[in-house]
């Protein structure tokens, strides 16, 4: 069965520093979407994204992040000042041209903010 | 986006039947009623769907009520695999809608043995 990947599973940085948590979606998916879960509080939407540009992104997604799908095939999230309050867990997600659009999420990158 | 309201927390015994309810009394004409589920340490998992009717799949059923302000996600035989935090989700599919998913509190589901 197809599946959603993500690498690092772990990820640590000082604050002050750029991460790019990368993700490898369902490879005939066209959404793709990024959400975090902060220890002990529930998912947070971050961004969708579709034909190669951004079609929506909540209050959390300031400038100092930013997507990409620079090959095809790979689904970047990039934070470009980490923050103490970065920390978390992130999910890449993605699905499909058909209803519902039933969502598939990768296992995750913990995000460790030092 | 319409708002859904679950109990904090639910137990169940191994191999007997759940019964999650979801209220959703804003819900518009166009909203689909997800369930997604996330066991510990890992992603969320999609687990049904439905718009009116209801709906089985290998992995439980979802009985939506004639006037769609509430659902119930029904687990037939509960196993300890099941012990997760359960999500329902209003997704309004209609044309525009970029297809996030707004997560609540969910319920949280232990299932003893």
């Known amino acids: 069965e197809p599946e959603v990947t993500q690498t690092p599973s772990h990820q640590v940085t000082q604050m002050g520093q750029e991460v790019i948590l990368r993700c490898v979606p369902i490879s005939n998916h066209l959404y793709f979407y990024w959400y975090r879960q902060i220890l002990g509080q529930k998912v947070e939407f971050l961004v969708s994204?579709?034909?190669?540009?951004?079609?929506?992104k909540s209050e959390i997604f300031d400038d100092q992040f930013s997507v990409e799908r620079p090959d095809g095939s790979n689904f970047t999230l990039k934070i470009r000042s980490t923050k103490l309050e970065d920390s978390a867990m992130y999910f890449c997600?993605?699905?499909?041209?058909?209803?519902?659009?039933?969502?598939?999420f990768g296992p995750g990158t913990r995000l460790t903010v030092t | 986006d319409a708002k859904t309201t679950q109990p904090n927390s639910m137990e169940s015994n191994e191999e007997e039947p759940v019964h999650l309810p979801c209220n959703h009394s804003t819900i518009s004409g166009t909203d689909y009623i997800h369930w997604y589920r996330q066991l510990p340490s890992q992603g969320p998992e999609y687990v049904i769907h439905?718009?009116?009717s209801n709906v089985n799949n290998r992995m439980a059923s979802l009985a939506i009520a004639e006037d769609r302000k509430s659902s119930t996600l029904i687990l037939h035989r509960a196993t300890l695999r099941d012990a997760a935090v359960y999500y329902c989700?209003?997704?309004?599919?209609?044309?525009?809608?970029?297809?996030?998913?707004?997560f609540g509190q969910g319920t949280t589901l232990q299932v003893k043995p």
């Open positions: 989700i209003l997704r309004d599919v209609g044309s525009g809608n970029t297809g996030k998913l707004i």
């Open positions: 994204f579709y034909n190669n540009e951004i079609s929506e």
């Open positions: 997600a993605s699905s499909g041209q058909t209803l519902p659009y039933e969502q598939y």
């Open positions: 439905g718009l009116t």
